[in-house]
C-alpha cells in the first residue's frame, strides 16, 4: 500500500483534481489520499506481461471483454475507494463512476503483482476491498520474487476457491475465461526470481 501524502481528510473531487494534477498515482481511501509505491524494474515487466498474455488471448477468444493496464483506476461505490490494480479484465463494456468517468466499476478479472511493501495489503485489505464489487469473480496474485502465482476465484455459489501454481514450467489456468497462460510468458525478461 502506498504512503499517506496528507493529514486532512479530502472529499472526491478534491481527490479527482488532485490527482489529475499529479505526476504520481494515488489511491482514494474514504477521505485519505495515498501515496503509491514505487515499483521494481521486475514489477513492470511482469505487469506488462500479464496484460499482453491477457489481451492477446481475449481477442483471440472473440469474447466483449478487454483487458486494461495498471493506469486506470477501479471505483468501489459501497466502500468509498478509489484503487489502482495492476491489470484487470472488463467484460460487457465498461461501466464507469458517477463521481469519476475515468474510473472503472465492473472489472470481472484483477491482477496483482505483490511486493515486498504490498504484499499483506494486496492478500488482505485489497482483496477484502475488491469483494465489494458484484462483477468481480477472479483475483489473480503473481508473486514478483519467486515463480508461484496463486487464484482466488469465487465460484456460482459464491465461495472463494484457491489454486496455486508454482515453478516455471507451470501454467496458470484462468477459469473465468477457461484459459491458461505459461508463466515462462509471465516472467519472460524478468531476473533473479527464485526457483521455489
Aim: aromatic share 10%.
Amino acid at each position: 500500500m502506498g504512503v499517506q501524502t496528507q493529514s486532512k481528510l479530502y472529499s472526491i473531487e478534491e481527490y479527482l483534481e488532485f490527482e489529475a494534477k499529479s505526476e504520481l498515482r494515488h489511491e482514494y481511501h474514504d477521505g485519505l489520499i495515498l501515496e503509491m509505491s514505487g515499483g521494481t524494474i521486475n514489477h513492470g515487466v511482469i505487469c506488462d506481461n500479464a496484460y499482453n498474455a491477457f489481451r492477446q488471448r481475449i481477442r483471440k477468444n472473440g469474447s466483449d471483454c478487454k483487458t486494461y493496464s495498471d493506469n486506470i483506476k477501479i471505483r468501489i461505490e459501497a466502500i468509498n475507494k478509489f484503487v489502482y490494480p495492476d491489470a484487470m479484465v472488463v467484460c460487457g463494456g465498461i461501466e464507469r463512476s458517477d463521481k469519476d468517468p475515468e474510473s472503472v466499476t465492473n472489472p470481472k478479472v484483477i491482477v496483482e503483482v505483490l511486493s515486498k511493501s504490498t504484499v499483506g495489503y494486496d492478500r488482505g485489505d485489497k482483496f477484502h476491498k475488491y469483494m465489494q464489487l458484484e462483477s468481480f469473480r477472479e483475483y489473480i496474485l503473481i508473486d514478483q520474487y519467486r515463480f508461484v502465482v496463486e487464484t482466488f476465484y469465487r465460484s456460482e455459489q459464491g465461495l472463494w476457491e484457491i489454486s496455486r501454481v508454482e515453478g516455471i514450467e507451470g501454467e496458470l489456468l484462468v477459469k473465468s475465461f477457461d484459459l491458461s497462460i505459461p508463466l515462462s510468458e509471465l516472467y519472460e525478461d524478468t531476473e533473479n526470481v527464485q526457483v521455489t
